[in-house]
């Protein structure tokens, strides 16, 4: 006969208390989504689909949000870009002041962003750059730059020469090598890096906030107007990004399931 013990529950009681401390503010934010009252959205009225159905009502926070969009993606694209070129340059060749290299890619992961963004704010206004969306996207692809390295970096580490030792024994060229055998071997790599550059762009408030001027963005529009109250919009669009996240990943491993299945792993 088994005995009871505490330390027994302990582990699995922990987990669920800080499962849940956690969900708590995101089931807050879906619930009060479809709060029928205006802002200051902080007291329940009713049960109404018309922030869900109407959410661009609210013309200054959609352009927020658009503004958050486009300065993401533009600045995910080029950080994973260039990231990848510079992890497979400093795994696979050997040049001069390539641990210098190494090493100051990871002092933007240790600087507090707000050394960060006050830096790179005077380093604007010193040469006359006027503060905007493209100096936004310039700063995000400096602090991403480093995260987006690191992670493919970890990725080229992990590849064996030899699959594109037998493509070049097969008479295809450097370009071919790298299209039809390195890339697709990376690809899983880049995409994890280019999901996280997003999702750092897209939530970064402290940069954004430094080198932004008069361009609002969505985590500078939930800044504002906390101070009186989030709009239900806010909640809906925070709603919304939460679930498009869990869908990809159910998605994802959905589909790495299949693949297993389908080669007998």
């Not at 658009?66 to 600045?75: A, K, L, M, Q, W």
């Not at 006359?128 to 992670?151: D, E, K, P, R, Y």
Request: hydrophobic residues 55%; contains cysteine.
């Amino acid at each position: 006969m088994r005995r009871f013990t505490f330390g027994k529950l302990a582990l699995p009681i922990y987990s669920l208390l800080a499962f849940a401390f956690l969900m708590v503010p995101i089931f807050y934010t879906i619930l009060f989504s479809f709060n029928d009252a205006p802002a200051p959205n902080t007291t329940w009225k009713g049960f109404t689909l018309s922030h869900w159905l109407g959410v661009c009502t609210n013309e200054t926070l959609c352009t927020a949000l658009t503004n958050s969009v486009v300065i993401g993606v533009v600045s995910t694209l080029i950080a994973t870009i260039l990231g990848t070129a510079m992890a497979i340059a400093l795994v696979r060749y050997s040049f001069k002041g390539r641990g210098a290299a190494s090493l100051s890619l990871f002092l933007p992961m240790a600087t507090p962003e707000v050394v960060l963004g006050a830096g790179l704010a005077a380093f604007f206004f010193n040469i006359g750059f006027q503060a905007g969306m493209l100096t936004i996207i310039i700063a995000h692809v400096v602090f991403c730059l480093s995260f987006v390295v690191v992670t493919v970096k970890a990725r080229v580490q992990t590849l064996d020469p030899v699959l594109e030792e037998a493509g070049r024994d097969l008479y295809a060229n450097p370009r071919q090598v790298f299209w039809k055998i390195t890339f697709p071997l990376l690809l899983p790599g880049i995409m994890a890096a280019a999901l996280l550059s997003f999702a750092l762009s897209f939530d970064d408030f402290i940069i954004t906030y430094f080198n932004s001027g008069a361009v609002d963005t969505f985590p500078k529009y939930i800044y504002v107007v906390s101070r009186r109250g989030v709009p239900a919009e806010a909640n809906v669009i925070a709603s919304a990004v939460f679930l498009l996240a869990i869908v990809s990943v159910v998605a994802s491993q959905l589909v790495s399931a299949l693949k297993r299945k389908r080669l007998g792993l």
